[in-house]
C-alpha cells in the first residue's frame, strides 16, 4: 500500500479523532470568554495562519464565483454550528450530552442529502446511519443517567440552531463546494464566519476575553489542530465522498468525547460508553465502506 493511499485510509479516522476534541477546547474556552468572542478570534486568527500559508505555498486563489458559496458555507458550518455549541457549554449543558449535536447532524444531513442532492445509500449505509443514531443514544442515556446539568431552553434552541446550520454547511458544500481551492476556501470560510461572531459578539457579549494559559493553550489548539488541520480534512472528505457519508463520522464525536472527559476532568467512563463507541464504529465503518465490487483503489474516494 502507497503512502498516498494510506492517508487516504487513514484520513476520516484522523479527522473524527480530531473534531472530538471540540467539545473539551469549549469547556476549557468558555471558562475565560465569551463563546462568541471567542470563536471570533479563533475564526481571525485561523484565516490570518492560513492567508499566510496560501502565500508561502503558492496555492490556488478562490475564484470570485465561489466566494458566494464559501461565505455561506462559513457561516453555517463556523458561526452557527460552533456558536450553537459553544453556548449551549456556556449555558451549562454537559459536554458529553451537548455532543449529541453530533449523533444527530448526521441523520438531518443524510436525510436531506438523499431528498436535496439525490444521493443514494445502500441499504448496508442506511444500516449504518442506525448503529450510529444507537451509539450516540447510548451515550446520552448514560450522561443523563448520571445529571444533565443545567438543560435551559436557550441551551437547547443554540442545539437545534447548530445542528441546522452544519446540515446546511455540509450539503452546500457537497453541492457547489467540490472544487474549491482548499486552502483560500476555507480561508474565505474564516473570514465570512469571522465578521459575523465579531458582529454578534460585539452586540451580545461586550467582548468577554481573560486572557490566561488555559484561554491561549484552548485558543492554539483551536486554531491549528481544529480550524486548520480538521477542517481541512473535513473539506477533503466531503469533496470526495457524499454528504451523508461524511456526516456519519460525527457519531463517533459523543462516545469519544466521554473518553476524553474522563481522561481530561475525570468524568465518569462506564462500560455503556465504551459499547458505545464499539456501535458508533460499526455504523460508521457500514456507512463509509464501499462495495466490494468497487476496484480497490477507488476505496474512501468513490461515492
Not at 108 to 130: H, P
Not at 167 to 188: C, E, I
Amino acid at each position: 500500500m502507497t503512502q498516498s493511499r494510506l492517508f487516504e485510509r487513514l484520513t476520516p479516522w484522523i479527522f473524527v479523532a480530531l473534531w472530538s476534541t471540540g467539545f473539551v477546547v469549549a469547556r476549557y474556552s468558555t471558562r475565560n470568554a465569551g463563546p462568541l468572542t471567542f470563536l471570533t478570534v479563533r475564526m481571525l486568527c485561523a484565516a490570518l495562519v492560513l492567508s499566510v500559508i496560501a502565500r508561502v505555498v503558492k496555492a490556488p486563489k478562490l475564484p470570485k464565483s465561489s466566494w458566494s458559496t464559501s461565505a455561506i458555507v462559513g457561516i453555517c458550518m463556523h458561526a452557527i454550528y460552533l456558536g450553537g455549541v459553544f453556548y449551549a457549554i456556556k449555558c451549562g449543558l454537559p459536554s458529553g450530552l451537548s455532543a449529541l449535536i453530533a449523533g444527530l447532524h448526521p441523520v438531518v444531513t443524510s436525510v436531506a442529502g438523499r431528498v436535496i442532492l439525490k444521493e443514494r445509500l445502500r441499504t448496508s449505509q442506511w444500516v449504518g446511519v442506525l448503529l450510529g443514531i444507537c451509539g450516540v443514544l447510548v451515550v446520552v442515556v448514560d450522561k443523563v443517567r448520571d445529571g444533565v446539568g443545567d438543560v435551559t431552553r436557550p441551551a437547547l434552541i443554540a442545539m437545534v440552531v447548530s445542528i441546522i446550520g452544519m446540515s446546511t454547511g455540509t450539503l452546500v458544500q457537497r453541492a457547489r463546494g467540490k472544487d474549491m481551492p482548499l486552502v483560500s476556501g476555507t480561508t474565505a470560510q474564516y473570514v465570512s464566519a469571522g465578521a459575523v461572531l465579531l458582529v454578534a459578539s460585539s452586540l451580545f457579549e461586550k467582548w468577554e476575553f481573560h486572557l490566561n494559559a488555559e484561554l491561549l493553550f484552548a485558543l492554539l489548539w483551536s486554531v491549528f489542530v481544529l480550524s486548520i488541520s480538521a477542517v481541512m480534512l473535513m473539506m477533503l472528505l466531503i469533496s470526495r465522498h457524499s454528504a451523508a457519508r461524511v456526516s456519519s463520522l460525527f457519531f463517533l464525536t459523543p462516545a469519544l468525547s466521554a473518553i476524553e472527559s474522563a481522561i481530561l476532568f475525570g468524568e465518569r467512563l462506564s462500560v455503556l460508553s465504551l459499547v458505545a463507541l464499539v456501535v458508533a464504529l460499526t455504523g460508521v465503518y457500514l456507512t463509509m465502506r464501499n462495495p466490494m465490487s468497487e476496484p480497490v483503489e477507488r476505496a474512501f474516494l468513490a461515492d
